[in-house]
């Protein structure tokens, strides 16, 4: 199994940025595709990015396409979530999470995700 744990959250203006890390225990952290989800409350998880194993395939939800960049280092055993242009709505608990499918490069499906961390607290102001 592999651990995960969030950090970077906080508070900040509409308009402002963030950079959430997620680091991964063990040594094989480069086996596991990641992604990072979030949950408003009383809303249910959603989809934000995910990032292959090797870094080089990437995908986003369409909320958060062109304001938000995921990235890993595979020697840091950590995956990044840097948000820029804020806005009230992306206010919720982001989680860190990961998969080692090998056949599969990324998923926006919360399914296919095997370890999750505890997540971390981001919230906008307008």
């Known amino acids: 199994q592999v651990q995960l744990v969030e950090s970077g959250g906080g508070l900040v203006q509409a308009g402002g940025s963030l950079r959430l890390s997620c680091a991964a225990s063990g040594r094989t952290f480069s086996q596991y595709a990641m992604g990072w989800f979030r949950q408003a409350p009383g809303k249910e998880r959603e989809f934000v990015a995910a990032i292959s194993r090797s870094g080089r395939s990437t995908s986003y939800a369409d909320s958060v396409k062109g304001r938000f960049t995921i990235s890993r280092d595979n020697a840091k055993n950590t995956v990044y979530l840097q948000m820029i242009s804020l806005k009230p709505e992306d206010t919720a608990v982001y989680y860190c999470?990961?998969?080692?499918?090998?056949?599969?490069?990324?998923?926006?499906?919360?399914?296919?995700?095997?370890?999750w961390g505890q997540g971390t607290q981001v919230t906008v102001s307008s």
């Open positions: 999470a990961g998969y080692r499918r090998l056949g599969i490069v990324l998923s926006t499906d919360g399914h296919f995700y095997d370890y």
